[in-house]
């Protein structure tokens, strides 16, 4: 995509964390000065990741983290199993995003991307693939990145050509 480019974002790396490698791969994310993740942990894993990407200063306004989760999981609040202090771990988490999924579209609206609930999971069967609770997890990340990129680029000097939908399809198409 010219546009993402153009503002030097580009997919630096896609890794699954365990709680034997998270330390190694958060190592080699640091040096490919990778900014922005977007990532599921377990809350034990979490709490390891956050802590090493504290020591790490892999965290604050230069670095965006998209988790899900919701706010009363509170995660942060359990040092167990790090060897970070109470204050430390708030600290990494400040600024964190937290996306808790509804799983649909509450009500019979159709949603930006201009598809009913039923309209989507009609389209979705269409592909073959398993309906799994990350399916509408995916698709509405997706969106979410899609619509953000769109805003990021209206309101700035860089020309964005690529609509929205646009992005999510092209980037479903790889996933599926």
């Known amino acids: 995509m010219p546009a993402l480019e153009a503002a030097n974002i580009s997919l ?7 709680s034997g490698d998270y330390m190694e791969h958060l190592h080699s994310l640091k040096e490919k000065d990778c900014r922005i ?11 390891k990741v956050f802590c090493q990407a504290y020591h790490l200063g892999m965290y604050g306004s230069d670095y965006a983290w998209v988790l899900s989760g919701a706010p009363q999981d509170s995660w942060w609040r359990d040092t167990s199993g790090t ?6 771990l708030v600290e990494a988490v400040q600024g964190v995003v ?3 999924a509804h799983g649909s ?13 039923s309209q989507f999971l009609q389209e979705f069967s269409r592909t073959g693939q398993p309906l799994t609770e990350y399916v509408t997890h995916t698709y509405d990340a997706l969106w979410a990145i899609a619509l953000a990129l769109r ?23 790889t996933l599926w």
């Open 12 to 18: 630096q790396a896609t890794v699954t964390l365990s």
């Open 37 to 47: 993740f977007i990532a599921s942990f377990s809350t034990t894993l979490a709490r």
């Open 83 to 88: 060897n970070c202090s109470s204050s430390q």
């Open 98 to 100: 937290l996306v808790a």
């Open 105 to 117: 579209i509450i009500g019979t609206k159709a949603s930006e991307s201009g598809l009913t609930n």
């Open 151 to 173: 805003q990021h680029f209206s309101t700035s000097q860089l020309p964005m050509s690529t609509s929205a939908n646009d992005i999510v399809l092209r980037s479903l198409s």
